[in-house]
């Protein structure tokens, strides 16, 4: 055993932070494979060019929030403290030994006074991605989307209640109200009048008795329902799913191509559905015309499947199991008939059209006398009046498409390539960049660290690439110069 008896910490010695920093550190490897100059002209206008103190380098205090997010610090305060101790993280900035790192407030100082209110780090995010694309390295064809929930800096028991409209508007609303009415007028029906319409006449009608109605305003009371809001975050959304813990959380929408690059995001609160939030992220991907979106059962809705197949988008998308009791028949067991408009039960009865209802649902309904002698009737309805009805949406033709390009050969597995694409991503995101929980409050900050926390990810992937890159050119330039040429020429 040998004991070191001498301290040598005291000792001064001719060294420079390039000689401490090892050449294969991953900061080295970003530095040389990502340009940060473009940060210059994304906030330039942010600075004044004529008076004012001196600022910190811009390159400076994002690279600072680089180093943040890439290594998964979970604060300023820490990752400033990091800085100081870092000769690697040092370099990286340009500091020398005796250089003082910023106050962790200056960050935040910057991000109130330049940045709050602008979508620099969304910029900053694309700008990382298109040095990716330039490097050929992403493909558009294939899209993979999915979403994850982030917890919010919330406590569950510092919440209220609030009263809120039952149904938001959703985005195809009013495509859905005219599509509605034409299907209603094909079969010979009224159209439906507008909701609001409707409650505006029912209160008129309620006016002419003491008491009741709107109270003389003239406007429907709007259906309400509470919901749970957080007081130290109120844009987060209240979720539970399964066996998670109910908890304040935002809800992170991500792309990702096949190869595992994030092409876009966004920021929802976590009580949103992923196919109330799909259409927010489809604007921006649809600008890379993508030839497959890969996604999974929540995303199976008639509009979206609607909106994918119209933009010529062919929907990959699993099979769904039917939600049938039981012991009774499932729904598939009823066979449609396209050219009659009518439905064939197991026991060869017809279920004809009856309505097309607000919900954009077409009915269809058997003849109660002829089902109350039938043999199959308890494993077809309970009902009192002894009535099938069956329901089929008026896109159900697009649902019905996507199950044909499902069957397609190879679409089996396009899907299962999610385990290894965008949930790999959120996974990768949580366990090493510190997503799985937030500080930031707000749904804006909320952004800048999602953005910044994807970007790292990328120029991480594209930086270790490029590295291995010029270690294979320099290993092929080297056996180039070390093998005979007769040797060379003949391989």
């Known amino acids: 055993m040998i004991t070191k008896k001498n301290n040598t910490t005291d000792q001064i010695q001719m060294v420079s932070i390039e000689q401490l920093v090892p050449q294969d550190h991953l900061l080295r490897?970003?530095?040389?494979?990502?340009?940060?100059?473009?940060?210059?002209?994304?906030?330039?206008?942010?600075?004044?060019a004529d008076n004012g103190r001196p600022s910190i380098d811009p390159v400076v205090l994002i690279k600072i929030a680089v180093i943040q997010y890439m290594f998964g610090i979970k604060s300023m305060r820490q990752t400033i403290k990091?800085?100081?101790?870092?000769?690697?993280?040092?370099?990286?900035?340009?500091?020398?030994?005796?250089?003082?790192?910023?106050?962790?407030?200056?960050?935040?100082?910057?991000?109130?006074?330049?940045?709050?209110?602008?979508?620099?780090?969304?910029?900053?995010?694309?700008?990382?991605?298109?040095?990716?694309?330039?490097?050929?390295?992403?493909?558009t064809d294939e899209i993979f989307v999915d979403a994850t929930h982030v917890k919010a800096a919330a406590s569950r028991k510092k919440a209220k209640k609030i009263l809120v409209a039952k149904k938001n508007a959703r985005f195809y609303d009013d495509q859905l109200r005219e599509e509605i009415n034409a299907d209603r007028a094909a079969h010979g029906k009224k159209p439906l009048k507008d909701k609001y319409q409707e409650e505006s006449d029912r209160s008129d009608d309620d006016d002419n008795e003491p008491g009741t109605g709107s109270g003389g305003s003239g406007q429907p009371e709007a259906e309400m329902k509470e919901k749970k809001e957080s007081t130290t975050d109120p844009e987060s959304g209240w979720f539970h799913k399964g066996e998670h813990k109910e908890v304040f959380a935002y809800a992170i929408e991500a792309a990702c191509d096949r190869n595992g690059w994030i092409l876009d995001y966004t920021v929802h609160p976590g009580n949103e559905h992923d196919s109330r939030t799909f259409p927010h992220l489809y604007e921006k991907l649809k600008k890379l015309n993508p030839?497959?979106?890969?996604?999974?059962?929540?995303?199976?809705?008639?509009?979206?499947?609607?909106?994918l197949i119209d933009d010529g988008v062919k929907p990959?998308?699993?099979?769904?199991?039917?939600?049938?009791?039981?012991?009774f028949?499932?729904?598939?067991?009823?066979?449609?008939?396209?050219?009659?408009?009518?439905?064939?039960?197991?026991?060869?009865?017809?279920?004809?059209?009856?309505?097309?209802?607000?919900?954009?649902?077409?009915?269809?309904?058997?003849?109660?006398?002829?089902?109350?002698?039938?043999?199959y009737l308890d494993q077809c309805t309970n009902s009192r009046n002894h009535q099938k009805v069956i329901?089929?949406?008026?896109?159900q033709d697009?649902?019905?498409?996507?199950?044909?390009?499902?069957?397609?050969?190879?679409?089996?597995?396009?899907?299962?390539?999610?385990?290894?694409?965008?949930?790999?991503?959120?996974?990768?995101?949580?366990?090493?960049?510190?997503?799985?929980?937030?500080?930031?409050?707000?749904?804006?900050?909320?952004?800048?660290?999602?953005?910044?926390?994807?970007?790292?990810?990328?120029?991480?992937?594209?930086?270790?690439?490029?590295?291995?890159?010029?270690?294979?050119?320099?290993?092929?330039?080297?056996l180039h110069n070390l093998l005979p040429q007769n040797r060379i020429s003949y391989a």
């Open 291 to 307: 030839e497959f979106i890969i996604a999974d059962a929540g995303y199976k809705t008639p509009a979206i499947a609607k909106l």
């Open 398 to 478: 697009y649902i019905e498409t996507c199950e044909d390009i499902r069957h397609t050969k190879g679409m089996k597995d396009l899907y299962a390539q999610r385990k290894e694409t965008i949930e790999r991503c959120f996974g990768t995101a949580k366990e090493h960049h510190g997503m799985r929980y937030t500080q930031q409050i707000g749904n804006e900050k909320m952004r800048m660290k999602v953005g910044m926390t994807f970007a790292c990810m990328n120029m991480k992937k594209l930086a270790r690439i490029l590295w291995q890159r010029e270690r294979l050119n320099q290993l092929s330039l080297l």
């Open 29 to 48: 490897k970003v530095d040389t494979a990502i340009d940060f100059d473009f940060i210059y002209d994304l906030v330039e206008d942010r600075y004044c």
């Open 391 to 395: 329901t089929r949406h008026i896109w």
């Open 82 to 139: 990091e800085i100081e101790v870092n000769m690697a993280y040092r370099w990286f900035l340009g500091l020398d030994f005796y250089d003082k790192v910023p106050h962790f407030t200056t960050f935040g100082k910057n991000y109130k006074r330049r940045f709050e209110g602008t979508d620099l780090f969304e910029q900053i995010f694309q700008q990382i991605l298109l040095q990716c694309m330039k490097n050929r390295l992403v493909s």
């Open 316 to 327: 990959v998308m699993p099979y769904s199991a039917p939600r049938t009791k039981k012991g």
């Open 329 to 375: 028949f499932k729904k598939y067991e009823y066979v449609y008939d396209g050219y009659y408009d009518a439905y064939i039960c197991p026991g060869g009865q017809m279920l004809n059209y009856s309505t097309t209802n607000r919900d954009g649902y077409r009915e269809y309904k058997s003849n109660s006398s002829t089902c109350s002698s039938c043999p």
